[in-house]
Nanobody
Framework: QVQLVESGGGLVQPGGSPRLSCAASGFTFEAYAIGWFRQAPGKEREGVSYISRSESSIYYADSVKGRFTISRDNAKNTVYLQMNSLKPEDTAVYYC???????????????WGQGTQVTVTS
């Protein structure tokens, strides 16, 4: 069955640089775009970044542009989100999800991981 498993979250100091991973299984990974979303307590889910299946289309939300980098390794069925210069406002549960099209519209993503918590605190 389709599985997306996030990892790499945890407690991070402001300015830290963790890397999140999204390991996929149960489907043809290279046929799908992968997106990262996040949801902070009391806030709506926010689209963070996506990468198309061929890496030709990459998007970043303004809130993370210049600090986060998304990449994928189709040989390992994994998408990464390198997060740099973290701020307390980056604290959230981060989710990866798959879509047939590269978009930040959450309704296009049918399968989601369980999420990984990132807490930025000193």
């Amino acid at each position: 069955q389709v599985q997306l498993v996030e990892s790499g979250g945890g407690l991070v100091q402001p300015g830290g640089s963790p890397r999140l991973s999204c390991a996929a299984s149960g489907f043809t990974f290279e046929a799908y775009a992968i997106g990262w979303f996040r949801q902070a307590p009391g806030k709506e889910r926010e689209g963070v970044s996506y990468i198309s299946r061929s890496e030709s289309s990459i998007y970043y939300a303004d809130s993370v542009k210049g600090r986060f980098t998304i990449s994928r390794d189709n040989a390992k069925n994994t998408v990464y989100l390198q997060m740099n210069s973290l701020k307390p406002e980056d604290t959230a549960v981060y989710y990866c999800a798959r879509s047939l099209i590269p978009t930040m519209r959450s309704t296009a993503y049918a399968y989601w991981g369980q999420g990984t918590q990132v807490t930025v605190t000193s």
